[in-house]
Structure formats: structure tokens, C-alpha cells
């Protein structure tokens, strides 16, 4: 294995492939290959390593550097960690084997990392028990730490690192979780928009009828699949009793109005049945009686249960933020 720094090159296969997803175990494999021919160069080479994962390329065993390719700077200006501008962080251990890890993360979920990964995608958890996530979440937070004293600090302590998860992911018998949806289930698809007044900010969330929708500051997002991630709230979604019946969990952070745990939608396969109860919170939810969201045509609940009171367009107030749930597809 070795490294060899090219120009222009068109015929080696890139090691990364926007959208393309390799395995996670053959994701890690590279990593520790990359990481041994790193290491193995002289460190005055180090500072030639661009800090950008399009230009790298792989050919049976050896890697290619193509220090010409033409996302260098655009990936360099996302990727370079936070102290790219001090001396000699180029040449410095830490930085390619931060370098490393945002690789193994665009391999093995099909993107270029975001600048701070707080949450993981399904794609990469899915096929993993609990306790390899928890190693494999580890590995990315000390890896991608913001302060470079939190990271590996030697190829000699990364090594060993990886050879743990390598071992790990070959041997230990792993328990799926669910992410696939049963055909012909469903019986309507809505859409959730949530509405923050303070920020003039907007999310969409499509959800499955029937399905429970919890809603909430703080929820317990524990073993839960994460969807995504807006200004307005973070959405998970989880399974339920043995039909497989989706819970989606909506957290919203940034509106102190909200209780930990506000409110529960249920929506039903007949949608005459579907209800929204209130979870005790400290200010309450107001029900809106149509469209024009008027507070004095609102009726207030806190602590209650209460049937939709238009069931293919309801709008509700928690907090700072309303919320508008349409349903009009029909599935089957």
C-alpha cells in the first residue's frame, strides 16, 4: 500500500462517489488502509495531502492524490478543521487522521460530512446493534472533535481503534432495526408543517396514517431513527406494537414555551377516530377551529384528549410555534 501524489487523472476509480453508500465494514477497511499509507510517508509530505476527499483515487492496493483536481478549494474551505489557520496544521498527525474519519463518514453515507455531525444517518446505523453504534458514534465524536486536543492524537492510537471496530463489526451478531415499511399499510398520507412565529421558520414533515406523533422540548430519542434535522425542530421516527405502527418524535428546542413533553397526535386508519391530547404541559395547546387561526375561535386544552375537529385540515397552537396537519391522499 502506498501513496502517490498525480496530476489530473481520469483513470482511477475515485474512493468516493457522491450518493454511492459502500458498506460500513468495507468503509472502515478503507480507512485503516488510508491510514497506514499516511503514516507510512515521510512526514514532510504530510502538508501535500490536501484536506479534500474528491481528489483521492484507488487502484488495487495504492491510493492517488490528483493535486490538481478541481474541488480541492471548495472542499478544503468545508472540510479543514477549526485551527486550519494556524502554523503547521497542515503537516500536523491530527489534522489527516481528521481527514480520515470525514472519509470513512462520506463513504459510508454517500455525502461530504457537514461541519458539525451531531446526528447520525440511518443509512450507516441500520444494520447495527446497539452496541456498535455506541462504539461507532464514539469513533466519529472524537474523531471529528471541534477541539484537536479531543482527537486521536497518533496513528498508533487510531490504529487500534480501528482494528476494535473492525473486529467488532465482523464478529459480533448484530439485531436489525426496522426501516423498511410494510406494503399497503397505510391507509392515508399527510403532511405536518410547523410554523415558528419568532423565527419566521417553516418544516415539513410527511407522516403515515395510522401513526402517533409526539411532540415535545425534550424527548427520549434513545434507539430512534434519525430522519432530519431544520431550524425548527430535529424528527425521529420509531415503530410500535406489532403491526409496526410509525411514531414519529418531534423535537423542538428553541421554543421555551414547550414542555418537555407537550403533546400526542394520533392519527388513525379512519381519520374520524384520529385525536390530539395534550401531555399535561405547563402552558397548554390551543385547538383552531378552522384555518384563519383566530385565538378567540381557539379552544384551549391542557392535560385532555381531543378528537380532530377538522380532520383533513387541523391547526394547532403549542407555544410559539403552530402546527398544521393536511391530509388528502388516500393510499388504498
Known amino acids: 500500500m502506498a501513496i502517490f501524489f498525480v496530476e489530473k487523472q481520469d483513470n482511477y476509480e475515485p474512493l468516493f462517489k457522491n450518493t454511492q453508500v459502500i458498506d460500513i465494514k ?31 483515487y484507488f487502484e488495487d492496493t495504492d491510493f492517488f492524490i490528483d493535486t490538481q483536481h478541481q474541488t480541492i478549494d471548495e472542499e478544503e474551505e ?36 457537514s461541519s458539525e455531525i451531531k446526528f447520525l444517518p440511518s443509512k450507516m446505523l441500520c444494520n447495527l446493534s446497539e452496541s456498535n453504534m455506541i462504539l461507532i458514534k464514539e469513533f466519529l465524536t472524537y474523531g471529528l472533535a471541534l477541539d484537536k486536543k479531543k482527537r486521536y492524537q497518533t496513528f498508533k492510537e487510531f490504529s487500534e481503534v480501528i482494528d476494535i471496530i473492525i473486529k467488532r463489526l465482523a464478529t459480533q451478531n448484530t439485531t436489525r432495526i426496522v426501516t423498511t415499511k410494510v406494503k399497503n399499510r397505510f391507509s392515508y398520507a399527510s403532511q405536518l408543517k410547523l410554523y415558528n412565529f419568532k423565527s419566521s421558520l417553516t418544516t415539513m414533515v410527511n407522516i403515515y396514517a ?30 410500535f406494537s406489532e403491526e409496526q405502527i410509525p411514531e414519529y418524535y418531534i423535537v423542538i428546542e428553541n421554543d421555551n414555551c414547550i414542555s418537555r413533553k407537550h403533546l400526542q397526535v394520533y392519527m388513525d386508519k379512519e381519520l374520524k377516530k384520529s385525536f390530539i391530547q395534550d401531555l399535561g404541559s405547563t402552558h397548554g395547546t390551543i385547538i383552531f377551529a378552522d384555518s384563519s387561526c383566530e385565538i378567540t375561535s381557539g379552544m384551549a386544552i391542557q392535560g385532555s384528549k381531543m378528537s380532530f375537529i377538522i380532520p383533513f385540515d387541523q391547526y394547532f397552537q403549542i407555544g410559539n410555534t403552530q402546527i398544521n396537519i393536511s391530509t388528502s391522499k388516500k393510499l388504498h
Open 210 to 239: 395510522p401513526c402517533r406523533v409526539l411532540i415535545g422540548r425534550i424527548l427520549d430519542i434513545e434507539d430512534k431513527k434519525f430522519i432530519k434535522k431544520t431550524d425548527v425542530a430535529t424528527i425521529y421516527q420509531n415503530f
Open 26 to 56: 468495507i468503509a472502515i477497511v478503507f480507512a485503516k488502509r488510508l491510514s497506514e499509507s499516511v503514516e507510512a510517508l515521510p512526514g514532510k509530505d504530510y502538508k501535500n495531502i490536501p484536506h479534500a476527499i474528491s481528489c483521492i
Open 78 to 113: 468545508k472540510l479543514s478543521p477549526p485551527e486550519k489557520d494556524e502554523d503547521g496544521w497542515r503537516s500536523s498527525s491530527q489534522r489527516l487522521i481528521y481527514l480520515i474519519v470525514q472519509i470513512f463518514y462520506s463513504l459510508a453515507v454517500g455525502r461530504l460530512p
